[in-house]
């Protein structure tokens, strides 16, 4: 259950009664002709539907993160290292001030990753809570169900190519791309990665299937559902 649907007297009878929630975290940035907002609408919407017969809270989704070999593409927003872990941290500990002491960050973008160790560190600064990073599309299962559909699943391809992250009035090219060479991405900067990349794909099918791509997300979301269901350190009730 999403918050933007509660009150405050929700949240505090959700606490209550059970200490887990989540806290879905994205990025907002190129992702070739597909939204901008990718990474937090699959986020947000794969804790959503993870969440949803667990009767679990959701908060909103963080819309930025790490991405600064993307700023030479217009609309991306790039927070520093410093900034984003100082939000989650904020986040954190507004969570645990509300009652909740299982929290799963569920993140939609590789940027992101760092967050992970935070949450161990915050765990042991506070010692009551239990924090778990999720990267929904790379989990074990989720990811070996995109290798064996295609093993050129990477950003803004195929892999992400969703019925709700496509924008109508940009459907996707025909074929393939391809493939950009990684390593000399990596060790641009952003004027040159945006000249090497050109869309913003990494190369590969820009889109496949729609049953396909149900079959990944349909693992998503039990991956997703199965890290809220433990295990966790148990700190009681209330």
């Known amino acids: 259950m999403k918050v933007a649907d509660m009150n405050w007297r929700d949240v505090e009878a959700a606490a209550a009664r059970d200490p887990r929630c989540i806290l879905p975290i994205g990025s907002t940035e190129q992702h ?72 799963l960050i569920v993140n939609g973008h590789g940027g992101n990753n760092p967050v992970g160790a935070l949450g161990q560190e915050l765990m042991a600064e506070y010692g009551d809570i239990s924090v778990k990073f999720h990267n929904w599309w790379n989990a074990p299962a989720t ?17 992400e190519n969703f019925p709700w992250t496509r924008l109508a009035h940009a459907p996707a090219p025909e074929g393939e791309k391809q493939t950009v060479d990684m390593a000399q991405m990596k060790a ?28 990944i997300w349909d693992q998503g979301v039990a991956e997703t559902r199965a890290e809220l269901e433990g295990p966790w350190a148990d700190f009681g009730h209330g």
């Open 143 to 159: 990811w070996a169900k995109i290798q064996s559909i295609d093993p050129t699943g990477s950003h803004a391809n195929w892999m």
């Open 188 to 215: 641009s900067p952003p004027a040159q990665a945006r000249a090497l990349l050109g869309d913003g794909s990494f190369g590969g099918p820009w889109q496949r299937p729609d049953d396909e791509m149900q079959a």
């Open 32 to 103: 070739a002709q597909l939204s901008l907002c990718v990474d937090m609408i699959l986020a947000e919407r794969v804790a959503t539907e993870a969440a949803a017969p667990l009767n679990i809270p959701v908060f909103p989704v963080m819309p930025y993160g790490l991405a600064p070999y993307f700023n030479g593409y217009p609309g991306t927003i790039c927070l520093r290292v410093e900034t984003l872990m100082a939000v989650v941290r904020d986040i954190i500990a507004s969570l645990r001030r509300a009652g909740f002491r299982q929290i």
